[in-house]
């Protein structure tokens, strides 16, 4: 019988073209897009899980309130390590790990350098820990010694060779020798080091080796023993504030106790994040590489079960659509014998049918939108077709889809009576009137969330690009790693100057775009208890940062050359000014310090205060900051003139090799910079816009057949109105007005839920946008026009027929 029902089946998709076109492109485009985000999430879902015992590693973070600013920090202090390692019998090991930054490496005995982007220390636990293998090297010595590295395999080829880059030297920043002690494969796209091509050994960093409680740079790892359990390590874990950190805070705060710490409104908690959960659940000031968040899974998730319960509904609605067509095949089999339960397997074998042929043409679709999606997304996935487990989950979920989407027209049809079918009263026995037009609300609801849902994200970012940040990112170029020229940085500042179209330049390595950070504890002069400390972040720059960044001054004076005492002078920032408890006038010549516990500290004069700027993403408040006037050479910010910006490059290139030759020049915009900050935020724009279209697409494929089904239903009808005198525009807007009540339904759902998803969605930036009516009417009038075009060409159809041939019509 199975083969019997599966051959008539396809008879009847055969006999049926157009009605299986829309029912079969409709359920490939919502599984293809399905298929996309399914893989996407597990890809998000698996972050670090390659790492060996992954379940069994846990990361400290630390949460601290001091000196009025709160700070959400994934790093320690540099002494911790040793402390839990010492203390806390469940740990098996410890790791520490501190971002570098940016290196230019070369092989002794070469001039040309090369960078590399994302470099960082570890400690000789780092290989062991999460189980990586030396693909060259031994593990038990690669991180060892001071002055050695390990590098991924495709940093070992870009120098050595993955063979023969064992025991080679580089030159770090043309002033450390390091040697090579190992290569290891690329570390995974979906793991925490995958930008970090270069491991240098934590037991050559001085730094690592302070007994700096407070200075938080250190991301710390631990692996339990076997058996232990993470809470029971939390609760204890607090109790190193008694013992390390107070102790250590007296130093420089005599006075200071736990009691007088909390009772000043301060805080210092730690706590573990699993390893695994850090790319969804953790979104603190630094992390090791950008993470997403659990909320855009959560997104995305309904957004693709939307896709298929859309693709899915759109079955539906054709197949009972579809089914006055074959009223009179349901009645002629009931008389012959057949009963509903039979009726019943062959329409849902015909629902299977269609949907294992969607599932070939969505696998299809999906193989060639993945470079895009990839591409859109940030991502490097690809489709698992040689893992068995794939192809199981998606039988069995297409299997399920199908009966699903085949299990209403089945049961609905299989109720036909086939008497009234027989006499030719099909068109008033199919009924399913009520829950086809749900369907279709229930659709366009769907659509019209999603297109609210874009318009907001990019509002938001529009927002984002348009809003006055306190400095100007246009037209500033960026000259990285400008510390290569060695002595001669500063005649390379004062040559581009002299370019005409060049209009300033500055020397920092702190940037309101992405860079160096320094945070530091600052007290008032006459006042050093805790309770009136002031945290905040000191950049070093020279005269022309403010100039060249274009941040304005609201009170005191800019770092002036005629003046040598500005070497122990500051300007502070509106944040920094209102924590201190002063209006920017009385700022003016007080004097602080960051030398706590220190005999004779060193005091700098406030001599400016500049209008607060946006150093940090807009999700998070303007924190206090300081400039100070030193050398940071990490790079030169150009402030460019209007004009032909690739003719301007090519002539500071050209100063570049005259002072540095052989040294890689390298550049960026500001802006570009900037933008990276909201990459997130991008992607998921980008994705809405995407599956915005597709569920689009999937309603109007439905709705196409809908229209086309209510034209053919209605042909008599409308013969008879155009004898009775109706023009085309009139019964073109009778068969129209019906859908767009269908429409209206759904906006009138969609919006206020809308409204409250993108608010919740908003509620993560400090700085945002208010929904404006604006995008509620433009998604109503962008649903409305989508469906007159869908539904006007089959009404318009309809309406200019032959009345003569519409009343032949059986």
Same mark, same amino acid.
Request: charged fraction near 20%; aromatic fraction near 14%.
């Given at each position: 019988m199975f083969k019997n029902h599966l051959k008539i089946a396809w008879r009847s998709?055969? *006999? !049926? &073209?157009? @009605?299986?076109?829309?029912?079969?492109?409709?359920?490939?485009?919502? $599984? %293809? +897009?399905?298929?996309?985000?399914?893989? /996407?999430? /597990?890809?998000? #879902?698996?972050?670090?899980? #390659? @790492?060996?015992?992954?379940? *069994?590693? /846990? *990361? =400290?973070?630390?949460?601290?309130?001091?000196?009025?600013?709160? #700070? $959400?920090?994934?790093?320690? +202090?540099? &002494? $911790? %390590?040793?402390?839990?390692?010492?203390?806390? &019998? !469940? =740990?098996?090991?410890?790791?520490r790990i501190r971002n570098r930054g940016s290196l230019l490496l070369r092989k002794q005995g070469t001039e040309t350098n090369t960078k590399e982007s994302n470099v960082a220390f570890a400690d000789s636990t780092f290989l062991k820990m999460f189980g990586i293998d030396l693909l060259v090297g031994d593990v038990n010595s690669a991180l060892t010694e001071p002055n050695t590295l390990v590098l991924t395999k495709t940093a070992a080829e870009k120098h050595f060779g993955v063979n023969n880059a064992l025991g080679q030297q580089l030159l770090l920043n043309n002033t450390e020798t390091y040697t090579v002690t190992g290569v290891i494969a690329d570390f995974p796209k979906n793991s925490m080091f995958r930008d970090h091509d270069v491991i240098m050994a934590m037991a050559g960093f001085d730094d690592s080796r302070q007994m700096s409680w407070t200075s938080h740079n250190y991301f710390t790892f631990i692996k339990l023993l076997p058996g232990a359990d993470i809470a029971d390590f939390q609760a204890p874990l607090q109790s190193m504030l008694e013992t390390y950190i107070f102790p250590y805070v007296q130093n420089f705060y005599p006075g200071i106790t736990a009691e007088s710490f909390e009772a000043s409104g301060n805080y210092l908690k730690y706590s573990t994040i699993a390893l695994t959960d850090i790319h969804l659940y953790s979104n603190r000031e630094i992390e090791l590489s950008a993470n997403s968040s659990i909320q855009n899974v959560y997104i995305l998730s309904f957004i693709g079960l939307f896709l298929i319960l859309l693709a899915s509904v759109n079955f539906m609605n054709l197949s009972t659509a579809h089914s006055l067509k074959r009223a009179k095949e349901v009645g002629i089999r009931k008389t012959l014998g057949s009963n509903k339960a039979e009726l019943v397997r062959q329409f849902l074998i015909e629902a299977g049918l269609i949907s294992f042929i969607s599932l070939i043409l969505a696998i299809g679709i999906a193989m060639v939108a993945l470079p895009f999606f990839n591409d859109l997304s940030g991502k490097a996935i690809s489709i698992p077709f040689v893992n068995p487990i794939f192809w199981i989950i998606l039988i069995v979920a297409v299997t399920f889809l199908g009966l699903f989407s085949g299990s209403y027209p089945a049961f609905f049809m299989s109720r036909f009576v086939a008497a009234k079918v027989l006499k030719g009263g099909g068109e008033n026995s199919i009924g399913g009137g009520k829950i086809r037009n749900s369907l279709v609300v229930f659709q366009f609801a769907i659509s019209v969330l999603l297109i609210i849902s874009t318009l907001v994200v990019f509002q938001q970012l529009k927002y984002i690009q348009s809003k006055d940040l306190g400095f100007a990112k246009d037209q500033v170029l960026l000259i990285e790693d400008v510390h290569a020229a060695g002595n001669q940085v500063q005649s390379f500042k004062e040559e581009v100057m002299q370019l005409g179209e060049v209009a300033t330049a500055t020397l920092t390595g702190y940037l309101p775009t992405p860079s160096f950070r320094n945070d530091n504890s600052f007290f008032k002069e006459g006042s050093t208890e805790q309770e009136n400390a002031l945290q905040m972040q000191n950049w070093v720059v020279d005269h022309d940062y403010l100039k060249t960044m274009d941040m304005q001054l609201i009170a005191g004076r800019n770092f002036d050359k005629r003046f040598p005492t500005d070497s122990t002078a500051t300007i502070l920032n509106e944040s920094a000014v209102a924590k201190l408890g002063l209006t920017p006038e009385e700022v003016l010549g007080t004097r602080v310090s960051g030398d706590l516990g220190v005999e004779s500290p060193v005091f700098y004069t406030v001599i400016g205060v500049v209008k607060n700027f946006h150093y940090a993403s807009l999700r998070e408040d303007i924190a206090s900051l300081g400039l100070f006037l030193g050398n940071s050479t990490g790079s030169l910010a150009i402030r460019l003139k209007a004009g032909d910006f690739s003719n301007v490059i090519a002539n500071i290139e050209n100063v570049w090799n005259k002072v540095a030759p052989g040294q890689l020049f390298s550049y960026r915009f500001m802006e570009d910079s900037f933008n990276t900050t909201y990459q997130a935020e991008q992607k998921l724009g980008r994705i809405f816009v995407l599956f915005t279209i597709l569920s689009i697409l999937i309603a109007c494929l439905g709705l196409f057949g809908l229209a086309a089904f209510n034209a053919q239903k209605r042909t008599k009808e409308i013969g008879i109105r155009k004898v009775l005198g109706a023009s085309v525009g009139q019964i073109t807007y009778r068969l129209t007005t019906d859908f767009l009540k269908m429409v209206g339904i759904a906006i009138v759902i969609s919006l206020p839920i809308g409204w409250y998803l993108m608010n919740k969605w908003l509620e993560d930036f400090t700085y945002r946008i208010e929904i404006g009516w604006w995008v509620f009417i433009l998604a109503a009038f962008l649903a409305v026009g989508i469906a007159i075009l869908t539904v006007s060409y089959q009404s318009i159809k309809a309406a200019i027929v032959n009345p003569v041939k519409s009343l032949r019509t059986e």
């Open positions: 998709l055969k *006999r !049926q &073209p157009f @009605f299986t076109f829309l029912n079969t492109f409709g359920l490939a485009i919502g $599984m %293809a +897009g399905g298929l996309l985000i399914s893989i /996407y999430i /597990y890809d998000e #879902m698996n972050f670090d899980t #390659m @790492f060996k015992d992954a379940d *069994r590693i /846990y *990361r =400290i973070n630390s949460d601290i309130k001091f000196g009025g600013k709160t #700070m $959400m920090s994934a790093e320690v +202090g540099a &002494p $911790m %390590a040793a402390a839990i390692k010492s203390d806390f &019998p !469940q =740990i098996e090991s410890v790791t």
